[in-house]
């Protein structure tokens, strides 16, 4: 450990201001979902509060769990029975904090999903899409083929994405937006790019990929998502002087 501490409070009110909590329409609670100890010096960074990264926190001694996605969704069952009652005993029982930060961790412009995935992938940022203007648009380093920049997605994510469309395809302009943003296909079009990337895919993305002509990259929702957080937390073990770290629970959706 760095031997630094940070208070809970300051610790929640400096990550919802950082991400802008407050002027989104999520589907969960962001912010500061279970209160654990009130001081924080080591965080346990993961895309998913699963029990597995909650174990994992347990074991390196963490005082709190950051994540994407964490509890508590709309038209969630929200009685704290079976599995949701074994997370929360854990948590609980270790007196340990979970932050969850949902679309403020894909919109963020520097930190989010969707800009870490253009900084991994070269690609520039030229503008957004989309509700809350969570979709990002932009051009990679030079004009490519759809092929090509599957091929490139799956060197640097680990992970071979599915391509519908010809890996022919000329593209010199990108949208994308990270996870399940499948349902954004038509506001992507409407940008005039040429491909649209997203973690997920749904029975409807292929009909629109080919009656359209736009070709479509399903890369995997998590390893679309993995990035942000992992930012987030070096972002906060740089400003506060704080141990994060980042734990990869493998996930194939």
């Known amino acids: 450990m760095q031997g630094n501490v940070v208070l809970r409070e300051d610790l929640r009110v400096y990550l919802d201001t950082l991400l802008e909590a407050v002027r989104f329409r999520d589907y969960c609670p962001n912010?500061?979902?279970?209160?654990?100890?009130?001081?924080?010096?080591?965080?346990?960074?993961?895309?998913?509060?699963?029990?597995?990264?909650?174990?994992?926190?347990?074991?390196?001694?963490?005082?709190?769990?950051?994540?994407?996605?964490?509890?508590?969704?709309?038209?969630?069952?929200?009685?704290?029975?079976?599995?949701?009652?074994q997370r929360m005993a854990r948590l609980l029982a270790h007196d340990i904090n979970l932050f969850a930060y949902h679309l403020p961790l894909d919109a963020h412009v520097a930190l989010g999903n969707n800009a870490q995935l253009a900084l991994r992938l070269g690609w520039t940022v030229s503008g957004h899409f989309?509700?809350?203007?969570?979709?990002?648009?932009?051009?990679?380093?030079?004009?490519?083929?759809?092929?090509?920049?599957?091929?490139?997605?799956?060197?640097?994510?680990?992970?071979?994405?599915?391509?519908?469309?010809?890996?022919?395809?000329?593209?010199?302009?990108?949208?994308?937006?990270?996870?399940?943003?499948?349902?954004?296909?038509?506001?992507?079009?409407?940008?005039?790019?040429?491909?649209f990337i997203s973690g997920e895919i749904s029975e409807q993305t292929v009909h629109l990929a080919r009656e359209t002509g736009m070709a479509f990259i399903a890369a995997g929702h998590h390893a679309t998502e993995r990035y942000g957080v992992m930012a987030l937390g070096a972002h906060l073990a740089e400003r506060f002087g704080i141990d994060c770290e980042f734990v990869d629970i493998d996930n194939p959706a």
């Open 31 to 85: 912010g500061l979902q279970v209160e654990g100890r009130g001081r924080v010096g080591r965080i346990v960074c993961g895309v998913t509060a699963s029990q597995a990264l909650i174990e994992t926190a347990i074991e390196r001694g963490a005082d709190a769990l950051l994540v994407h996605h964490g509890w508590f969704w709309k038209a969630e069952d929200g009685r704290v029975t079976g599995f949701r009652k």
């Open 130 to 195: 989309g509700e809350q203007d969570i979709g990002f648009i932009g051009v990679p380093p030079a004009p490519t083929l759809a092929g090509d920049l599957a091929q490139q997605m799956e060197r640097v994510l680990g992970r071979q994405p599915l391509l519908i469309g010809e890996p022919k395809h000329p593209v010199a302009r990108i949208a994308w937006c990270s996870g399940g943003a499948q349902d954004y296909f038509e506001a992507a079009l409407a940008t005039g790019a040429d491909v």
